[in-house]
């Protein structure tokens, strides 16, 4: 594989956009692209779901504790996701990010139809290995992909109705997984989630076009970047990070952020169906609407917040997600400790929109303090702390506690429920990172167009 040249690459701009720095249009077909990159990131999530869904009746069948099912349906993901997904950043900042989004979707989609022809958990295992190596290729090219079709002003808002795929993929993920393992047995969510993924693939390979890349930004000099290295680029993009005290901050709440909120709703099915008694079919039906109604609505009213004054003062978004982060901690430890199912269910309807309010605006905000050749490896950067916490650090960490507590406390089955309440503060700590991002973002966004 040949070394990309030291600038950005010279490629002839789609049709509608002007081909010079700071002056181009947003390319026509922005809007597609992005309802198609959507509709991805839904798959990606979707397959999150459906797992975290089917846990319990994964550790039934196969006789798990909660610590093994913790590593098989989130760790054996999550540690090829992170590590992989730093590499396939650095190419997407080099190479054709459509293509490498194309293959990553065929990858983690056949795999995920493979996981419902498992027998065993030691093949389910290689399944979710392989489902995260592919996963890894789908958030970075697609943010990086969008940064070029809308110009800045525009790219949280752009940003935050990409996340409403995350609210698609969680539906999908719990009443469809849901209902579908209750009328066929588990093995049959992970088919009809995986079948359809193959299909999008090679829509994306066919339909989408690849950007110059950096043609809607003013930054018009080199990137500085000689030839290719995959953890060079990394390294400099961290580097980067570390001199920008927003992108820092932003880094890390969103990724304490994910660790709090996601790391609690890996094990939320698990819990409802444990401790207040629910079908795998129920628990789905009662999160499904959640995600998909509640979650839709909290990202589009995080989108219409940003998009009016994001340009003219970040402060206000990084002030408002850490206001958010901070109130909506309070429920998510409540729902929790209570006994209750209807209080649960109430407090559930707080809590999940919220998961979805900070997603698109801190990916916007991000993209807005990092340059045009580092976008896709400083999404990586985060996307690799997020999922750290919340695919490896969350599922094995509840497990554990949850094994713990069983074996020398009086929590018997209640244990899931206490490592749960262990996670549930750590809203907080991301409520702070997010606000001390707001201090210097105005200059750092300067600095980095």
């Avoid at 402060?315 to 209807?342: D, F, I, K």
């Avoid at 209640?414 to 749960?420: G, I, N, T, Y």
Wanted: charged content about 10%; hydrophobic content about 50%; glycine content about 10%.
């Amino acid at each position: 594989m040949s070394a990309a040249p030291a600038g950005p690459p010279a490629v002839t701009a789609p049709r509608g956009v002007e081909n010079r720095p700071g002056g181009a249009r947003e390319p026509a077909d922005r809007w597609y692209v992005l309802a198609l990159l959507t509709v991805v990131y839904a798959l990606n999530i979707a397959d999150r779901f459906s797992i975290s869904t089917l846990i319990e009746p994964i550790r039934q069948d196969l006789h798990l504790s909660d610590a093994r099912v913790g590593f098989l349906t989130g760790v054996a993901l999550g540690i090829f996701y992170v590590v992989v997904g730093l590499p396939v950043a650095a190419l997407a900042d080099r190479f054709n990010r459509r293509n490498i989004l194309a293959i990553s979707l065929l990858l983690w989609s056949g795999m995920t139809a493979l996981c419902g022809l498992v027998q065993s958990a030691g093949q389910l295992m290689w399944a979710r290995f392989a489902v995260g190596i592919g996963e890894a290729g789908g958030t970075p090219p697609s943010t990086s992909l969008l940064a070029d079709k809308f110009a800045p002003a525009r790219r949280p808002m752009a940003l935050t109705l990409f996340a409403l795929g995350a609210c698609l993929g969680a539906w999908l993920g719990s009443s469809v997984a849901g209902t579908a393992a209750e009328r066929s047995g588990w093995r049959a969510a992970f088919l009809v989630l995986g079948v359809p993924g193959i299909v999008v693939a090679l829509l994306v390979r066919a339909t989408v076009r690849e950007p110059r890349r950096g043609a809607l930004d003013r930054y018009t000099g080199n990137p500085g970047v000689g030839s290719f290295r995959v953890y060079g680029k990394l390294l400099e993009t961290l580097r980067y990070v570390r001199t920008q005290r927003s992108a820092w901050h932003l880094l890390w709440g969103g990724s304490v952020a994910t660790l709090w909120s996601w790391g609690l709703m890996w094990w939320t099915p698990a819990f409802l169906q444990r401790s207040h008694h629910l079908s795998v079919g129920e628990a789905g039906a009662l999160l499904g609407p959640m995600h998909l109604l509640a979650g839709t609505a909290s990202t589009l009213i995080a989108g219409l917040l940003v998009s009016g004054r994001v340009a003219g003062d970040p402060r206000y978004v990084a002030r408002l997600l850490s206001v958010v982060v901070g109130v909506l901690t309070v429920p998510s430890v409540l729902l929790y400790a209570t006994h209750s199912l209807s209080s649960a269910t109430l407090l559930l309807w707080i809590f999940v929109p919220g998961v979805y309010f900070y997603i698109g605006p801190i990916l916007g905000l991000l993209q807005n303090v990092i340059p045009a050749p580092m976008r896709a490896s400083g999404c990586a950067l985060l996307l690799f702390f997020a999922n750290l916490g919340n695919l490896v650090v969350a599922p094995q960490f509840i497990g554990w506690a949850s094994d713990l507590l069983r074996t020398h406390s009086s929590a018997g089955e209640e244990s899931l429920r206490w490592a749960l309440l262990l996670l549930a503060p750590t809203g907080w700590w991301a409520a702070w990172h997010l606000w001390r991002s707001g201090i210097t973002i105005r200059a750092d966004q300067a600095r980095a167009s």
